[in-house]
């Protein structure tokens, strides 16, 4: 959910950012008092996303500017179709607009490619997740995209849930301690709320794992004969959770092995922003 909070506090900081002296073309070239009209409009078949923040960048330049939004986030569209009209001031307009399409092209980019893993493991019972592989400052923008796309969102920082991956597993090691017994241990001193979730990346660490009660175990990089594997293997005893190379090529036959959840990094990391644009009426 994106709060009222966290939409001014990004889209103001890139406002700031754009135009730290104000618009210097605007309030030179058009007069004060000129009023202009313009079409969001897309030039290629997607998924929107943003539309609140597109609103927030105008509104926050501007309050007399006017935003009517013709479609939702989630909403498919097609090339030519206008997605949000804009009204009011000419320099409040011109001012955001660059904010304003730098947001919502990207959010609309996170949600079309998110559509597509969806899309791709549709019939199976695996839901698309995205990760923490997001642009700093942005990451409550780029998780909105990913639901918009109608994947689900992942833990949203290291203060919401214990995630334990290779690096940690191997300091565990060192110290000498059993995993069994280190992840027992934490689950003891842990609120009965927080999720625990424990990468591995071989089939012989998940009996500790299930021994310890995690509650998710991550299989990562794992090969196809191996994810079945592991899936028979875990066999309801906790969430079996996808990551590694997955790409749209090969989330099919992932979510195939049977497996509850697949983690996609490339939603969010190497998503391309839509190619949208805001077309002033002449008329």
Same mark, same amino acid.
């Not at 299930?210 to 509650?215: E, M, P, Q, S, V």
């Given at each position: 959910?994106l709060?009222?909070a966290?939409l001014?506090?990004?889209?103001?900081?890139?406002?700031?950012?754009?135009?730290?002296?104000?618009?210097?073309?605007?309030?030179?070239?058009?007069?004060?008092?000129?009023?202009?009209?313009?079409d969001?409009?897309?030039?290629?078949?997607?998924?929107f996303?943003?539309?609140?923040?597109f %609103?927030?960048a105008? !509104? @926050?330049?501007?309050?007399?500017? #006017? &935003?009517?939004?013709? *479609?939702g986030?989630?909403?498919?569209?097609a090339?030519?179709?206008?997605?949000?009209s804009?009204?009011?001031?000419?320099?409040?307009?011109l001012?955001?607009?660059?904010?304003?399409l730098?947001?919502v092209q990207?959010?609309?980019?996170i949600?079309?490619?998110t559509?597509?893993?969806?899309a791709?493991?549709?019939g199976?019972?695996?839901?698309?997740?995205?990760?923490?592989?997001?642009?700093?400052?942005?990451?409550?923008?780029?998780?909105?995209?990913?639901?918009?796309?109608?994947?689900?969102?992942?833990?949203?920082?290291?203060?919401?849930?214990?995630?334990?991956?290779?690096?940690?597993?191997?300091?565990?090691?060192?110290?000498?301690?059993?995993?069994?017994? %280190?992840?027992?241990? !934490? @689950?003891?001193?842990?609120?009965? #709320? &927080?999720?625990v979730? *424990?990468?591995v990346?071989?089939?012989?660490?998940?009996?500790?794992?299930?021994?310890?009660?995690?509650?998710t175990?991550?299989?990562?990089?794992?090969?196809?004969?191996?994810?079945r594997?592991?899936?028979?293997?875990?066999d309801g005893?906790?969430?079996?959770?996808?990551?590694?190379g997955?790409t749209?090529?090969?989330?099919?036959?992932?979510?195939?092995?049977?497996?509850?959840?697949?983690?996609v990094?490339?939603l969010t990391?190497?998503?391309r922003?839509?190619?949208?644009?805001?077309?002033?009426?002449?008329?």
């Amino acid at each position: 959910m994106l709060t009222v909070a966290t939409l001014t506090r990004v889209v103001g900081a890139a406002l700031e950012e754009d135009a730290p002296w104000g618009d210097l073309t605007s309030t030179t070239l058009l007069p004060a008092d000129a009023t202009a009209a313009a079409d969001l409009v897309a030039r290629e078949t997607g998924v929107f996303s943003g539309g609140e923040v597109f %609103a927030a960048a105008f !509104a @926050l330049t501007d309050a007399s500017v #006017t &935003v009517d939004q013709h *479609v939702g986030d989630g909403d498919h569209f097609a090339p030519g179709d206008v997605l949000a009209s804009v009204s009011g001031s000419a320099r409040g307009i011109l001012t955001a607009e660059r904010v304003a399409l730098n947001f919502v092209q990207r959010m609309s980019g996170i949600a079309t490619v998110t559509s597509a893993y969806v899309a791709a493991v549709d019939g199976t019972r695996a839901r698309i997740v995205d990760t923490r592989k997001t642009t700093p400052g942005l990451r409550a923008f780029e998780r909105h995209a990913v639901v918009s796309g109608g994947g689900h969102n992942h833990r949203y920082s290291l203060s919401d849930a214990v995630m334990a991956k290779d690096n940690h597993l191997a300091v565990i090691a060192r110290s000498g301690a059993d995993l069994a017994t %280190a992840l027992r241990d !934490a @689950l003891s001193r842990l609120p009965h #709320t &927080v999720h625990v979730v *424990v990468e591995v990346d071989r089939l012989d660490q998940i009996p500790a794992v299930l021994d310890g009660g995690a509650h998710t175990v991550l299989l990562d990089n794992f090969s196809l004969e191996d994810l079945r594997a592991g899936v028979a293997l875990i066999d309801g005893r906790a969430t079996t959770e996808a990551s590694g190379g997955v790409t749209l090529d090969t989330v099919g036959d992932i979510a195939r092995t049977g497996v509850d959840v697949i983690s996609v990094g490339a939603l969010t990391h190497s998503a391309r922003a839509l190619d949208l644009g805001l077309d002033v009426r002449i008329s």
